[in-house]
């Protein structure tokens, strides 16, 4: 897996997501769901730190999912870097900063692995232990090894550290992901039941959640842990809601393509 989210994941993961939630949120959280991140992003003035920062996260994930937007998510980041004044709005845009560099690697845009890594050191030394954005911090560490370092071990310790605390500090927008990559690792040991386990409770967030844009992933990676003739249902079911999207996340047709999906070839 090179790793969705900002995948995936990011900083607003879970707004919107539940009756009485800001209807702003809400409209947010519909389109973003949908792979309509530029939309999304519209409906964000970026006058404050918090709306810059969400709108640039938004940028971002779209750029990771469709490998587009690459100019116009590096203008937001510069407003959200800009417009940040505490230690940990710095931290959020450096975590971001480093996502989007992340991202440009694993698509082979431009090498910025160097940038990803010197960005996340710098959100790890402005993100204070137990905040909230240490779990999407600790995420975005583990993708960087599990797919640009090739470390697996240092991989799960992130994704675990990002598992625990997207629990302590619900989110399970968060734990789709983690739960979905220490699954991805699982089945490369060979650990189908862990895997298997894994994908499932990945995929059950992300349908409660109506997460649309990521419930093909989840039912692809599934299907890779599974016997037939669930497998090919699964996969079968995956294809068309991709299709539903326009063919969002780009990557996942390599997954979907009719010959054995190489190992590692998933991005979200």
Do not use: K
């Not at 539940?18 to 992003?41: E, F, K, M, Y």
């Not at 964000?44 to 116009?72: F, I, M, S």
């Not at 590096?74 to 940040?84: G, K």
Request: charged residues 25%.
């Amino acid at each position: 897996m090179l790793g969705e989210g900002n995948v995936a994941h990011t900083a607003m993961s879970g707004d919107g997501t539940t009756a009485g939630d800001d209807p702003l949120q809400t409209a947010v959280w519909r389109l973003r769901s949908r792979a309509c991140w530029a939309d999304a992003a519209e409906l964000l003035r970026p006058v404050t730190a918090a709306a810059a920062l969400q709108r640039a996260t938004l940028l971002v994930e779209g750029c990771l999912y469709t490998e587009r937007g690459w100019a116009e998510a590096e203008d937001a980041l510069r407003t959200a870097e800009a417009l940040a004044h505490t230690d940990e709005e710095r931290g959020a845009a450096a975590c971001e900063r480093g996502q989007l560099a992340y991202a440009a690697t694993v698509h082979t845009v431009r090498d910025r692995v160097d940038e990803a890594r010197a960005a996340l050191g710098r959100a790890a030394a402005l993100i204070p232990p137990g905040s909230p954005g240490r779990a999407v911090l600790d995420f975005r560490r583990g993708l960087l090894a599990e797919n640009l370092t090739r470390s697996p071990q240092a991989a799960r310790a992130a994704y675990r550290r990002a598992h625990a605390c997207a629990t302590a500090h619900p989110d399970p927008l968060l734990l789709s992901f983690t739960w979905r990559h220490l699954a991805g690792l699982a089945l490369r040991e060979g650990e189908l039941a862990e895997a298997r386990h894994g994908f499932a409770e990945s995929l059950r967030i992300r349908e409660e959640l109506g997460y649309l844009v990521g419930t093909a992933p989840a039912l692809a990676s599934l299907a890779d842990a599974e016997a037939e003739p669930e497998a090919s249902r699964l996969r079968e079911e995956a294809r068309r809601l991709f299709r539903l999207l326009g063919g969002v996340p780009t990557w996942l047709a390599r997954q979907l393509a009719p010959a054995p999906p190489a190992a590692g070839a998933a991005t979200a």
